[in-house]
């Protein structure tokens, strides 16, 4: 005869999530010291359970050092792109002589869950298939953007598959017809691998709301997915919106927003930690 059930097999699970992106390219294209926001950076996520990074090129060590007890995850390298090859071969001598420089660049992507809160059963890294902008402003096609995907088990055994994504910069026609592709891209993504799965979509989706091209893209995704916006904005009025946290229930997890908005203490006297507010939500998770 079987024992009885564990009770933690139908107890909620609550858990706090960041995402922000740091601004964490090199000193040299980065005119201050990143290095220094990294580390202040690290040391302030160690609060939250579940943290996403867009824009760790350099520091993705130097913050994980900073924080304890999590596992720490990457997200998918440089494309193959004879360009970006050539260029990472050309700049070899001045990544061994010079430090934090490992230009051209991945994803960027970075993840650290804590130990306690859950366990990360899989990952996917998906780079997305094309670049806006290899000499104008944005100068997207130097990184090879993407998705990390994490999927968490929590200790009532609920299961969320965890998005972290950047999508490319620019409001040109280009750029915004790139980003449409990327969302398109994250749409099928999340199709394939999570099917009745419960999911939370986080990043820097660089589509501010203030043109009804971006409006019309995100309601197409959320649409796409089933998705809901979690409404983790900034507070603070100096902040254009374009990082999002969104999520939806599986066909067995529920996932209820409890708190979300922006994570203030990243800012200090008026004086921010990135160019990015950082968002936060926190969840509870349960087993239907």
């Known amino acids: 005869m079987a024992g ?5 097999a ?15 390219i090199s000193w040299l294209f980065a005119k201050d010291n990143p290095q220094d926001r990294s580390i202040t950076v690290g040391w302030l996520a160690n609060r939250y ?7 760790a090129f350099e520091y993705h060590d130097e913050i994980g050092k900073q924080m304890t007890g999590v596992e720490a995850v990457r997200g998918n390298r440089m494309r193959g792109d004879p360009r970006l090859v050539l260029t990472k071969l050309m700049l070899l001598p001045f990544e061994i002589f010079v430090p934090d420089f490992s230009f051209p660049y991945g994803s960027g992507l970075s993840a650290f869950v804590s130990k306690n809160t859950a366990s990360v059963v ?14 104008d402003r944005s100068y997207d096609c130097w990184a090879t953007k993407g998705v990390l995907l994490l999927r968490l ?13 950047h999508l490319d910069a620019g409001q040109s026609a280009s750029a915004m017809k790139v980003r449409e592709d990327q969302l398109a891209e994250l749409i099928e ?14 990043g820097d989706f660089n ?9 019309e893209a995100m309601r197409v995704f959320k649409q796409g997915t089933g998705l809901v916006d979690a409404g983790a904005g900034p507070d603070l009025p100096q902040w254009p919106r374009r990082d999002f946290i969104f999520a939806r229930d599986g066909d067995t997890v529920s996932v209820k927003l409890t708190a979300s908005g922006e ?19 926190r969840f509870e998770v349960s087993v239907k």
Do not use: K
């Open 4 to 8: 009885p059930i564990s009770s933690l």
């Open 10 to 24: 139908y107890a909620a699970v609550t858990f706090s999530m960041l995402s922000y992106n740091i601004h964490g």
């Open 49 to 55: 359970d579940v943290v996403l990074l867009q824009e």
């Open 122 to 135: 899989d990952t996917v890294r998906h780079p997305f298939d094309d670049c806006s902008g290899w000499f």
């Open 153 to 165: 088990r929590f200790e009532n055994g609920a299961e969320i598959d965890v998005y972290n994504t």
């Open 189 to 202: 993504l999340i199709g394939r691998e999570s099917a009745g799965r419960a999911v939370i979509v986080a």
């Open 207 to 215: 589509t501010a709301l203030d043109r009804m091209e971006n409006v």
């Open 263 to 281: 994570a203030l203490e990243f800012v200090n006297r008026g004086r921010a930690l990135s160019d990015h507010p950082a968002a936060y939500a």
